[in-house]
């Protein structure tokens, strides 16, 4: 059934005061458009997304635990931009912290990829302050009308401090566990707190938001903590528990002609068999169950 053919009904909160008609109208839309933001990508931002992306956008951000292992050049970082800004747009005042291995990688995020679905958006565009990517204090922040940020930081001790509601960790791998856990993860302390917590008692008791932790990354070896947190969070998702993971290969690409076919080919060659099936398969390589060597010790010699 296509959109316009679905069947409507009259709102039966419609007054003589137009303000009031607009605000109203408003919560129905942002209600709508939390629950489904990837119908919010497309309608409001105007950005069209392929059936996985709607998908993996939707999972992400229906989980407080996210993780996504996929092949280079997939799209795992303009996803994650569009997701980014998506949110900040619908929860005024949400910080969000991208952090990865090496910091101009996060940067990237916010210089290159969110800078250029403004270019593409012009609704997005609005919804940015003039000159609203800038860098200081070593950090790259991307800074919204109504409160919201998106800020970039370095993974190691020089980012104790930073506060957030949503810490996204783009090639998580390269990320050392101990910075995660004693620094990045940390940061999620405080959930986001509307104004309207403050100014009446009425909704002093109304439950807040989670906090999320999304992990993205091309796959390694199984000796690696990466594999630890994929396994954890598909652990999670199979009990039932507010969590999701995707492991999605070079095949995907191909059935949407995001990648040439010849070039996957020239890469398997180049690459070799191990290397083409962590990067373009999404496949840990590691030693099996029962093997009396562990792959975490032959890899270090």
């Known amino acids: 059934m296509k959109i316009s053919e679905i069947p409507r009904k009259e709102r039966d909160n419609i007054t003589s005061d137009r303000k009031r008609n607009l605000i109203e109208g408003g919560k129905i839309w942002i209600e709508f458009w939390r629950k489904n933001i990837e119908i919010f990508v497309e309608q409001y931002l105007g950005i069209k997304l392929h059936l996985f992306q709607k998908i993996v956008i939707h999972m992400m951000h229906k989980s407080h635990y996210f993780c996504w292992i996929a092949r280079r050049g997939l799209g795992k970082s303009f996803l994650t931009a569009i997701y980014c800004c998506s949110v900040a747009i619908l929860y005024p005042g949400i910080k969000i912290v991208i952090a990865s291995g090496q910091k101009g990688q996060a940067d990237a995020v916010i210089t290159e990829k ?112 990466s594999w630890e947190k994929f396994t954890d969070i598909t652990d999670m998702m199979l009990e039932g528990k507010d969590a999701t993971s995707f492991d999605i290969s070079v095949d995907c690409s191909l059935a949407h002609g995001l990648i040439d076919e010849e070039k996957v080919e020239e890469e398997r060659k180049s690459l070799g068999e191990f290397t083409f099936m962590m990067e373009y398969e999404g496949i840990f390589f590691g030693e099996h169950e029962n093997s009396f060597y562990k792959a975490a010790e032959i890899n270090e010699c």
């Open 114 to 225: 969110i800078a250029q679905l403004m270019h593409d958006s012009p609704a997005l565009a609005s919804e940015i302050v003039p000159r609203g990517i800038s860098t200081y204090h070593n950090k790259t922040c991307c800074e919204f009308r109504n409160g919201s940020k998106i800020i970039s930081v370095a993974s190691n001790q020089g980012a104790r401090g930073t506060r957030a509601n949503i810490l996204l960790c783009d090639e998580y791998r390269m990320i050392d566990k101990g910075i995660l856990d004693s620094v990045l993860k940390p940061f999620l302390t405080n959930k986001r707190t509307p104004p309207f917590y403050t100014t009446s008692d009425k909704y002093k008791d109304y439950p807040k938001e989670k906090n999320k932790e999304i992990y993205l990354s091309s796959a390694w070896y199984k000796g690696h903590w």
